[in-house]
C-alpha cells in the first residue's frame, strides 16, 4: 500500500488548509487512517485518527479546529486544519494501517505564518 500525501503550503495563522492522503495499491479496506506531524525539534505525534467505523480521536492541541474524515471508499483521508497557528506548523504525515501492518505518506509541509 503506497500513501500520497497533498495538500501543504504556506498560510498566514487564521487561514486553513486542507490535506489529502490517498491510499494506492490497496486490495482491502484499511482499519485506520489518519495524521501525524513532526514540528521542528519534537518527536513525531498524534494529529488525529478516524477508525473504520467512522470514530475519531484528536490531539487535544488541534480538538475543535481539526476534521478528520475519510471517502466513501475508506481509501482517502482528509485533514481539514482550520484557524491554524504558528504551532501547528510542521511536517505532516499520512498514516494508515490494517492488522498488524502500518503505511506511512512522504509528509508534506504546512507553515504557517503569524
Known amino acids: 500500500v503506497q500513501l500520497q500525501a497533498s495538500g501543504g503550503g504556506l498560510v498566514q495563522a487564521g487561514e486553513s488548509l486542507r490535506l489529502s492522503c490517498a491510499a494506492r495499491s490497496s486490495t482491502f479496506t484499511l482499519d485506520r487512517m489518519g495524521w501525524y506531524r513532526q514540528r521542528p525539534g519534537k518527536p513525531r505525534e498524534l494529529v488525529a485518527v478516524?477508525?473504520?467505523?467512522?470514530?475519531?480521536n484528536y490531539a487535544d492541541s488541534v480538538k475543535g479546529r481539526f476534521t478528520v474524515s475519510r471517502d466513501s471508499t475508506k481509501s482517502t483521508v482528509f485533514l481539514q486544519m482550520n484557524m491554524l497557528k504558528p504551532e501547528d506548523t510542521a511536517v505532516y504525515y499520512c498514516y494508515a494501517d490494517h492488522g498488524y501492518r502500518h503505511y506511512w505518506g512522504q509528509g508534506t509541509l504546512v507553515t504557517v505564518s503569524s
Open positions: 478516524d477508525r473504520n467505523f467512522g470514530e475519531t
